[in-house]
Nanobody, 112 residues
Framework: QVQLVESGGGLAQPGGSLRLSCAAS????????MGWYRQAPGKEREFVAR?????ITNDADSVKGRFSISRDKNTVYLQMNRLKPEDTAVYYC????????WGQGTQVTVSS
């Protein structure tokens, strides 16, 4: 059973930066795809970015040029720069390896 544990959320000012991390355990193979979703209050969960085991990345238009996803084996990172108030959400780590797995979520708040 794959388990995902996120860290790195918190409070940032508009224009600031945060880095999220997500470490997977319970698997010795390289997970096919790891990524991030987010859910703001009153909104549906939405895709943010993903990265394959070979390093191919995709990200949402809303974060292009500001967020960068990377991974080291089965740990995935989300570097978030030039944060905006609308980036405020709970960020969930996601993994796909035959089945889908979700982390517990980490709060990111962007406010002055």
């Amino acid at each position: 059973q794959v388990q995902l544990v996120e860290s790195g959320g918190g409070l940032a000012q508009p224009g600031g930066s945060l880095r999220l991390s997500c470490a997977a355990s319970g698997i010795i193979f390289s997970i096919n795809t790891m990524g991030w979703y987010r859910q703001a209050p009153g909104k549906e969960r939405e895709f943010v970015a993903r990265i394959s085991s070979s390093g191919i990345t995709n990200d949402a238009d809303s974060v292009k040029g500001r967020f960068s996803i990377s991974r080291d084996k089965n740990t995935v990172y989300l570097q978030m720069n030039r944060l905006k108030p609308e980036d405020t959400a709970v960020y969930y780590c996601h993994a796909y390896h035959g089945n889908q797995y979700w982390g517990q979520g980490t709060q990111v708040t962007v406010s002055s």
